[in-house]
């Protein structure tokens, strides 16, 4: 009964007070191997090496709530994520691009549990903290594990460029890979299904920005130890509602259960 639950069944909605998305760059040989069935590794070429990404998005939700509640009994929360790009095809042949969650950490008791019931997104809890000052926004990220901290600043001013190493041509490619895109992909290993959860939000205007990483141990381990991990883009966007629908079942074909 537990799987049937964690098909993402209660639709949700909130207010973005703040997102900062770090996309970091791997040869894409180092993450097909997080790909659960039915999913392709989105990719980007450059120079004859092809790039699987992974992004680090960190979130200051407001009013998160199902979305048949009011925003007075929504709860304010602060949330980072785990994703690998990544794209779904349809017998049809539509192709959706999206995500696959990893790993999530909240300071909520409560958003962990129920994450961790009604979803597949691997909720962890941490100790959590954003601060904003001037145009300097700051999130905090200490895991019980120590396998996802955390420390980056981000300078909200001025006009940014591409980080130094950055595979993309251009500040249009990188927006492709900006995070979070419509969908997240989440895999049912007891009847070979994936669920497929679309997002929907306001305005979405995503800005480059310049980041200082001083601490990230997610990279550390796993597929990733041993790995050179390149910031590829860093975008922020602030003063967005956004949503999630209830989770659509598909086959690993692509195909609507």
Same mark, same amino acid.
């Given at each position: ?107 909520? #008791? %409560? &958003? =962990?549990?129920?994450?961790? !019931? ?7 809890? +941490? /100790?959590? *903290? ?98 050179? #991990? %390149? &910031? =590829?883009?860093?975008?922020? !966007? ?7 629908? +209830? /989770?659509? *079942? ?8």
């Amino acid at each position: 009964m537990k799987h049937l639950l964690r098909r993402h069944p209660i639709p949700l909605r909130t207010h973005f007070a703040h997102s900062l998305v770090l996309t970091y760059a791997f040869p894409a040989d180092v993450l097909r191997p997080l790909l659960t069935p039915g999913l392709e590794l989105d990719t980007y070429t450059s120079d004859g090496q092809e790039y699987g990404f992974a992004a680090v998005a960190l979130v200051d939700l407001r009013a998160l709530r199902p979305v048949f509640a009011p925003p007075v009994l929504g709860t304010d929360q602060l949330m980072t994520g785990y994703r690998v790009f990544t794209r779904f095809r349809t017998p049809g042949g539509r192709t959706m691009r999206g995500l696959r969650i990893l790993r999530s950490d909240t300071s909520s #008791p %409560v &958003l =962990a549990l129920g994450g961790n !019931v009604l979803t597949r997104y691997h909720y962890q809890l +941490a /100790g959590l *903290r954003c601060r904003l000052t001037g145009d300097r926004l700051e999130f905090a990220v200490r895991s019980r594990d120590a396998a996802a901290d955390l420390l980056v600043a981000a300078d909200l001013k001025g006009t940014a460029t591409l980080p130094e190493d950055s595979p993309f041509a251009s500040l249009r490619d990188a927006r492709r890979f900006a995070g979070p895109l419509p969908y997240t992909f989440e895999y049912e290993p007891r009847d070979d299904s994936v669920t497929v959860v679309k997002a929907f939000r306001t305005r979405w205007e995503p800005r480059p920005v310049d980041v200082e990483v001083r601490r990230l141990t997610f990279f550390e381990h796993g597929v990733f130890t041993g790995t050179r #991990p %390149v &910031l =590829a883009n860093a975008f922020h !966007v602030a003063g967005v509602d956004y949503g999630w629908h +209830a /989770g659509v *079942r598909h086959g690993t074909d692509g195909s609507r259960i």
